[in-house]
């Protein structure tokens, strides 16, 4: 296994782009649908094209630019393409791991990437390993693409409608062969995707918006739960799936996407505005200024100023350069891992009364360092607030929080985390205001880390 971040925050396990556009360089536009949604996972990437009569595949370890070349890319030709990036959250961190998965051994070829997380993953694997079936990752997405070559059938939207009755759990899928692009949602609708059009004939499905802002490509509109789309020469044909009532994962608007994407007709910024505001109208605290934990907790910030007519100041400085930090082997090292990372801004603090806000506390790992940060720089009194509220429950649905014990709210009370951190005080968004600064009544967000209720049953070999 690859070391895991030393960022307290989740991380998504994937983001998906596909393409279907001739005369254009699919690869190369794939290429920076991927740069867009590298904030989606950092450990691999990959992108497969198809020409009509075969699929090119290249992926590695790292970053976009790291796996790919001009060379590279001039060697993935075609009026198709999928591409994958990728943080593990079932299976290893390995190159066997990294997508698009590609098939062989079927007629025609199949690619696939895969963002979410199966719950029965493992009932799955085994069954298909008791008929002779040999799995080459430790991946769940692979036993997705076991299931749609393990038949005699050609691929089809169809039958990836029929492999879908046998998985559960939470799923954005892209498909390509030769000649089609096929992309899928689960019926609640857990992680996104959505379709955009980059010229008459030409479509895009990406994770998020962002990406198809990056190539010029207009947003149609997002997939449906449940929803399989094809696309081919002939254009695009939508298929419905049994549809469950939406539960997109609430993590995409506090932390996951980039604010400049649009899921479900809401701008990520103004819903990250709108909790901040909230967070306002929730918390009575004196303070002289308000700051942000850079860079995911500026724009909650933004809005808490603006609701409580207070200033806003950059207090904490981000070394834009340092590129991903891992854990070290003892606390010191972690601690100059975060001093590394964050430094206050010489003079702007002292003496001040300091409220300063950040979208979740997930282990309380870097929450302690940046309070002594803060009083080191003379900051009169600290008070932490949190644009989201307590995670008290893992994340089954492709998110990296699948153990209760990794979580600080599932241990302590908010009093004791406040104590643990060396806050004056600790105010945690309340999951009503959430809600409500949404525009939500409970039905259409999953927001089972903050209560436990899970839309899509956990099986007893996964839950905690």
Do not use: W
Request: hydrophobic share 40%; aromatic share 6%.
């Amino acid at each position: 296994m690859a070391p895991k971040q030393i960022d307290d925050k989740p991380k998504d396990e994937c983001g998906v782009f596909g393409i279907y556009a001739p005369l254009e360089d699919v690869s190369r536009l794939t290429y920076y649908g991927l740069l867009a949604l590298q904030h989606r996972g950092q450990e691999s990437a990959g992108i497969a094209a198809a020409d009509g009569k075969s699929l090119q595949l290249h992926k590695g370890m790292g970053l976009v630019t790291d796996v790919f070349t001009k060379e590279k890319l001039a060697d993935l030709k075609g009026d198709f393409a999928i591409g994958h990036v990728r943080y593990s959250t079932t299976g290893q961190s390995t190159l066997a791991n990294a997508q698009p998965l590609l098939s062989s051994s079927s007629t025609p070829n199949i690619a696939l990437a895969h963002n979410g997380n199966l719950v029965n993953s493992f009932k799955l694997r085994k069954r298909l390993a008791t008929k002779g079936v040999k799995f080459e990752t430790t991946s769940d997405s692979e036993v997705i693409l076991k299931l749609l070559t393990g038949t005699e059938a050609q691929f089809s939207p169809e039958l990836l409608a029929q492999v879908f009755t046998q998985v559960q759990g939470a799923y954005s899928v892209l498909v390509l062969t030769e000649n089609q692009l096929v992309g899928a949602r689960d019926p609640h609708g857990v992680r996104p995707l959505c379709l955009g059009k980059l010229k008459r004939g030409s479509y895009v499905l990406a994770s998020e918006s962002c990406a198809l802002d990056t190539i010029g490509a207009q947003l149609i509109r997002d997939i449906k739960p449940g929803e399989i789309i094809q696309i081919t020469q002939k254009g695009l044909r939508s298929i419905n799936i049994s549809a469950e009532q939406q539960r997109l994962c609430v993590f995409e608007y506090i932390y996951l996407a980039r604010q400049d994407s649009k899921i479900d007709n809401q701008l990520v910024n103004e819903v990250r505005r709108s909790f901040g505001k909230q967070l306002a109208r929730e918390v009575n605290i004196d303070v002289d200024l308000v700051i942000a934990v850079p860079e995911s907790g500026i724009t909650a910030a933004l809005g808490f100023a603006e609701e409580k007519q207070l200033p806003f100041r950059e207090g904490l400085a981000k070394n834009r350069y340092l590129g991903r930090t891992f854990i070290q082997p003892n606390q010191r090292q972690r601690e100059r891992e975060v001093q590394l990372k964050l430094n206050p801004v010489p003079g702007l603090l002292a003496g001040k009364k300091v409220a300063i806000v950040d979208d979740s506390i997930v282990r309380g790992t870097t929450c302690c360092q940046i309070v002594k940060m803060l009083r080191k720089a003379g900051a009169k009194e600290v008070h932490f607030l949190v644009s989201s509220p307590p995670l008290r429950y893992p994340c089954y649905y492709g998110v990296d929080v699948s153990s209760q014990q990794q979580l600080i709210a599932a241990r302590k009370s908010i009093s004791e985390i406040k104590n643990h951190i060396g806050a004056d005080s600790l105010h945690y968004l309340s999951v009503e205001g959430m809600l409500l600064a949404l525009k939500d009544n409970g039905h259409r967000v999953c927001k089972a880390c903050f209560n436990g209720e899970y839309p899509i049953t956990i099986p007893d070999t996964l839950s905690c």
